[in-house]
């Protein structure tokens, strides 16, 4: 599915001006981030052998993030703009929230769609003869085809059985699909507030305008101490007593 939605957007993803370079650079975030999370499971993991495999993960997610920000960059410089420097993704704490189980299964899930989409992105390269975005996609999809071996073969020995392991890569979808829903309803409730304190304001902006009209001039509050119209007003300075 990862791979077919791939090669639909093909066209519009790398053939809209500009676009291609603000892609590459997606994922190189998401590579970042992904670096952050393991950087967290190579801290927290109670065994040694696993610390070892999840930091080794996570200095591939590092060359990652670094090789598409630098693609990305080339492609921005060549049409005359600005880098987009280096991404700064947040830390999710998924490997703490999640449990090793269900973070080796969010892993693997996300390591597998990502080889099958960057699989069709390197073919649509190839296809127009581009050999360095090609070759980019091709060396990030062997340590992708990697990852996703051994977070699959780690999740089944520490499952204990083929069948909790396909339960909790059941589960991580369905975790997933919960967070990204979250976040389009946070996005969704940012915008709606927006539009409507716009709204409000258009609305309440004329008659906020008429209650802080200036006071006649000559107006005298007769409530006022006697003498006080004709006071002369404070001075700005600060009293040097």
């Known amino acids: 599915m990862a791979a077919l939605r791939a090669r639909l957007v093909n066209p519009i993803v790398w053939r809209v001006p500009g676009h291609a370079a603000r892609k590459l650079f997606s994922f190189s975030l998401a590579e970042h981030g992904s670096m952050l999370d393991l950087a967290s499971a190579a801290h927290l993991a109670p ?18 993030a670094r090789m598409f920000a630098m693609r990305s960059a080339d492609l921005r ?58 070759s980019l996609f091709t060396a990030i999809i062997r340590d992708e085809t990697r990852h996703e071996q051994y977070t699959y073969d780690l999740l089944v020995e520490l499952a204990g059985s083929l069948g909790r392991a396909r339960a909790e890569i059941r589960a991580a979808s369905l975790w997933e699909k919960w967070r990204i829903w979250r976040r389009l309803g946070r996005v969704i409730a940012e915008q709606a507030y927006f539009l409507a304190m716009s709204v409000i304001y258009l609305i309440s902006g004329p008659f906020f305008r008429l209650a802080v009209r200036p006071r006649a001039a000559g107006w005298i509050n007769h409530g006022a101490a006697p003498g006080a119209a004709h006071m002369p007003p404070p001075s700005r300075e600060w009293s040097a007593a």
Do not use: C, I, T
Request: no cysteine.
């Open 47 to 64: 065994d040694p052998e696993r610390r070892a495999l999840y930091l080794r993960h996570m200095l591939d997610e590092q060359r990652h």
């Open 77 to 134: 410089l060549r049409d005359g703009r600005q880098s987009l420097g280096f991404p700064v993704a947040d830390n999710e704490d998924l490997f703490e929230r999640l449990g090793e189980l269900r973070f080796l299964a969010f892993v693997h899930r996300g390591e597998k769609r990502g080889r099958q989409q960057f699989e069709a992105y390197r073919d649509w390269f190839q296809g127009r003869g581009d050999r360095k975005s090609a």
